[in-house]
């Protein structure tokens, strides 16, 4: 479907990963369609076919954590639509687009519906760096892990759009948490990524995880202390750093729902609501998936090599590996953090900031240095 | 609380220092003003409809007022209106989390007038349903001040127990929440069979629950962190604001009604050494913070479970209510009767004139007592820990406001 | 401590404003209408002096009323003229409580206020005011506690006329 491979038509098809499109496109074109409506095309396929994704990951996501949550609590959750629930999220996206379309009275109209759309917008975009597969992708960025680090924190601009334009001043309570929390954050999750991409020598996403190849698909992955022993260190400091930025407990004053009601949600109703709702559980799975790749071996898995000893390297089999490994990981990572939602209370917000930029940041700091005198002096004595 | 503050930027009164350099350095005098932020009627933690009117300069708190009224249902004046027994449903509603000890102290009340003997049965079903409503009490006072801080989870757990509890009154008295179970004289209904075995089972699997909240929620250190050196109360303070209950013991301040000023059955109990009075010793951080408080109500779950084995160990058949006529007449006088509620004293105090209503029937309710605290606890600390001191004073709107 | 033994430390420090005290006493054989008296003792106490009296009594080494449990009013009756003041006050150290009254004309209802000398007063104060019209002189905060600001008249008094509407609201 889509490929690596290129295409002489055009000079954009190097840069987009969605040449086989154009090149199905350019096949089929009438005459009256003039050539460079065949990028844009493919471009607003792929756009679609990752809104999909998101919106899967979103309704699975909102599942499971219904149904995590109830059994951590003794209890069912969602029983009744389908087997175990599973429609519920079908049923409660059917509910939400049918509630009213509330705007708060002395609310800043544009900004307040601007603000899910960009908080969404920034998301997909970095979805667009993620690669399903080895092949299936949107864009093969070179800076891969720069491109989704920079384009998740735009998503903290819309999120201060939504509790100011609320005109409540619980949501912008909400909303200033929100700001400071993932401010402090960002520089322990930059800096803890920096010890892996030392090893892999390279920012892009699937090279990172052809790094780890090999080893029957688990022996090579870089949290291992063979590999490096601040891996593990950095590792740790990387999940809690992705806490407080997808705003999870014990990291979720912004939303904290015992204090603002909902935070800067709080005005959000219907679909706008669910916006905020499908970033977040896409924010989620999207990091536990760049920590996949660059610490748990991304692609690589027993299943993967399995398929690639068996089919050969980009066969399609291999890449079905690849995406329910990548899938697989990415979800182990967001049951770890609702585990973590439900068994632990809220971190204050003072609290918050001095673990980030009093702990974190400069044991963060001591990692990267740790690992990169480790790369440059012991690592290549048996490498 | 005024909300006309005008804002003046102090632009223009700057003050112009003349440098070495002949310039004039004008110095912005940048005013910000605190923000004042309604903790509606309307809010998750608040514990009942309760408005607090909060005074932020950011996310410090300068300033705390709290509005109460919203759940005002008249019950003092409804006393001088209905016949004796016919207020016991009243008395249930104030304090609905802890019906069970607002019935005993609205009886034993009436019954200090009346000046009549209670039978011993009577008296061991009220004090084996007043713990356990205490332990249901305490219950959801730390599972929603666990909610409060952001644990989720124990809240449920809690809620577990405290079903298995009320499905127990629904036997006895057919009622979940609001039972009139207790009334003048004794009791209304007697025990069904097989009601005492079970309270000795929920018990036995009560103690073994107990450790897991202890362990999962009070040594939480991220618990410990959001609750320990907040609020606290000392010595003079708690005295001064007339607080009692775990408020008190939570300062270390040695104070039980049911073992100062006993009452029913409790000076037998406490000659057995049945039960201790846990007092807090500032473990975690400083005497008489929140986690202190809270503590103090975990132990004290503990201690009523003793109290209720001690009572099912010598519970024997007999009458379960004294002899009193249909129509109460209570003779002429006035009496005040304290008990140990789950919150403080709980104060019942009944003038009567020999009929068959009562002119005055006053309730201290030690939510109301309690609450006042607030204004003095909450300026200078974080807006989270203003909602971590409100849930530590386990107030119930009902009872504050009547 | 017994209530005579109390009484009579308060007699013996001279607390200000003691007016005297009353006990229950069983029914007189002789007088069909005299039913008696239930209950509780009281000390009854002069309202003008009742904040110097708490004060004494909470300081004194022997009674030591640190604790005052409850501070309201009573109306006994329509035809009476004055208003009850009860105090419920409760000392931690001696385990003994004592309870204290005040009468105060229903056609001068001012008296000073208790909150200097415990400030678990100033929240009953503001209720007992509310509610029988009584003013608190020297009250840091006399607004209305359970009832609206606006609202008129005390509640709970024997001779209280419901409003017809509030805000619209009918109250029949």
């Known amino acids: ?383 | ?402 | 401590m017994d209530f005579q033994v109390i009484y009579d430390r308060i007699r013996s420090i001279k607390a200000p404003g003691v007016i005297g005290c009353d006990e229950p006493r069983e029914p007189n054989p002789e007088d069909k209408k005299d039913k008696g008296r239930f209950g509780d003792s009281f000390v009854l106490v002069e309202p003008e002096r009742l904040p110097e009296f708490l004060e004494c009594v909470r300081d004194d080494a022997l009674l030591k009323f640190e604790l005052m449990a409850d501070l309201s009013a009573t109306d006994p009756s329509k035809d009476d003229e004055n208003l009850w003041i009860n105090v419920q006050l409760l000392s931690l150290t001696h385990k003994h409580r004592l309870a204290v009254k005040c009468f105060l004309p229903k056609a001068n209802p001012v008296m000073p206020t208790s909150a200097p000398v415990h400030r678990g007063a100033q929240w009953a104060e503001r209720e007992c005011g509310e509610m029988y019209g009584i003013t608190f002189e020297g009250h840091p905060d006399p607004r209305n506690i359970l009832l609206p600001e606006d609202w008129i008249g005390a509640p709970m008094r024997k001779d209280y006329e419901y409003p017809e509407e509030y805000h619209g609201i009918s109250c029949k």
């Open chain 2, 1 to 402: 609380m005024s909300t006309t503050d005008t804002y003046e930027p102090s632009i223009a009164q700057s003050k112009g220092e003349l440098l070495d350099s002949g310039e004039r350095e004008y110095m912005l005098d940048v005013r910000t003003q605190d923000m004042e932020v309604n903790m509606g009627p309307q809010h998750p933690a608040t514990h009942g409809v309760m408005r607090v009117l909060i005074r932020c300069d950011g996310e410090l708190v300068t300033g705390a007022q709290p509005h109460l009224g919203y759940l005002h249902r008249c019950a003092e004046k409804i006393g001088e209106n209905v016949e004796w027994l016919q207020y016991l449903p009243y008395t249930d509603r104030y304090d609905y989390l802890a019906a069970m000890n607002n019935n005993l102290g609205y009886s034993m009340a009436v019954e200090a007038l009346m000046g009549i003997e209670i039978p011993r049965r009577a008296m061991m079903l009220r004090t084996i349903c007043a713990e356990l409503n205490r332990i249901g009490s305490h219950l959801i006072a730390i599972g929603t001040y666990g909610l409060d801080i952001g644990a989720i989870t124990p809240f449920l757990y809690m809620f577990r127990e405290r079903e298995w509890m009320m499905a127990l009154f629904e036997k006895i008295c057919g009622a979940r929440l609001t039972y009139s179970y207790i009334r003048i004289g004794g009791v209304f209904n007697d025990a069904p069979p097989g009601w005492l075995s079970e309270v000795e089972a929920f018990c036995d699997t009560f103690e073994v629950k107990w450790k897991e909240y202890y362990d999962l929620l009070m040594q939480n250190h991220i618990f410990v962190q959001r609750t320990a050196n907040i609020g606290v109360i000392s010595r003079e303070m708690a005295l001064d604001f007339g607080l009692t209950g775990p408020m008190l013991r939570g300062s270390n301040i040695d104070w039980d009604l049911r073992r100062d000023t006993p009452y029913e059955l409790y000076d037998e109990i406490w000659k057995d050494k049945a039960f201790e009075i846990p007092l807090a010793s500032g473990e975690k951080g400083t005497l008489g913070d929140t986690w202190d408080r809270a503590w103090v109500r975990v132990m004290e779950m503990m201690e009523s479970i003793k109290i209720v084995r001690w009572c099912l160990d010598k519970v024997e058949p007999g009458p379960i209510i004294a002899e009193i006529p249909k129509t109460l007449r209570i003779p002429p006088g006035e009496a005040y009767v304290g008990i140990e509620n789950p919150r403080g004293e709980l104060g019942h105090y009944v003038v009567s004139d020999g009929g068959k209503i009562a002119v005055r029937c006053r309730v201290r309710g030690p939510s109301f007592a309690n609450l006042a605290v607030l204004e003095e606890l909450m300026p200078g600390t974080l807006l989270a820990d203003a909602i971590a001191i409100i849930g530590s004073t386990d107030i119930v709107v009902g009872e504050t406001d009547r």
């Open chain 1, 1 to 383: 479907m889509l490929s690596v491979a290129q295409s002489t038509e055009s000079g954009l098809k190097e840069s987009f990963g969605t040449n086989a499109v154009q090149d199905f496109l350019i096949g089929i074109k009438p005459e009256f369609v003039p050539a460079w409506a065949i990028p844009l095309t493919a471009i607003g396929v792929g756009m679609g076919i990752v809104l999909a994704i998101v919106a899967l990951l979103t309704m699975f996501s909102t599942w499971l954590e219904r149904k995590v949550s109830g059994h951590i609590q003794c209890r069912y959750g969602p029983m009744r639509v389908g087997w175990h629930g599973w429609l519920q999220p079908l049923a409660d996206g059917v509910k939400l687009l049918l509630k009213e379309d509330l705007v708060p009275l002395g609310a800043d109209r544009v900004l307040f519906v601007m603000a899910p759309a960009l908080v969404l917008a920034s998301l997909l975009g970095a979805m667009a760096a993620f690669p399903l597969t080895g092949a299936f992708y949107f864009a093969n960025f070179e800076l891969g892990i720069f491109m989704i680090l920079a384009m998740t924190s735009t998503t903290t601009i819309g999120v201060v759009m939504a509790g100011w334009s609320s005109n409540s001043k619980w949501s912008l309570y909400g909303a200033m948490r929100e700001a400071a929390q993932v401010v402090a954050y960002e520089i322990p999750l930059g800096i803890s990524l920096l010890v892996p991409i030392m090893v892999a020598g390279s920012f892009n996403l699937i090279e990172v995880s052809n790094g780890q190849g090999g080893g029957f698909g688990i022996f090579n992955w870089y949290i291992w202390p063979w590999v490096n022993p601040f891996m593990l260190p950095a590792f740790l400091l990387f999940f809690v750093a992705i806490l407080a930025e997808t705003k999870r407990a014990p990291f979720d004053l912004p939303e904290a729902e015992s204090e603002l009601v909902a935070g800067f949600m709080t005005e959000y109703s219907g679909i706008r609501w669910s916006f905020f709702f499908m970033e977040e559980y896409a924010a989620m799975f999207l990091y536990c998936a760049v920590g996949s790749f660059f610490f748990f071996g991304g692609f690589e898995s027993p299943l993967s090599s399995l398929a690639e000893g068996m089919a050969g390297t980009g066969s399609v089999l291999h890449q079905l590996a690849q995406g329910a490994t990548i899938i697989l990981k990415g979800f182990a990572g967001i049951f770890l953090m609702m585990w973590l939602r439900w068994t632990l209370p809220r971190v204050r917000i003072d609290q918050v900031m001095t673990m980030g930029y009093k702990y974190l940041t400069p044991l963060a700091l001591v990692c990267v240095l740790g690992a990169g005198v480790w790369e440059a002096l012991i690592a290549p004595l048996w490498r």
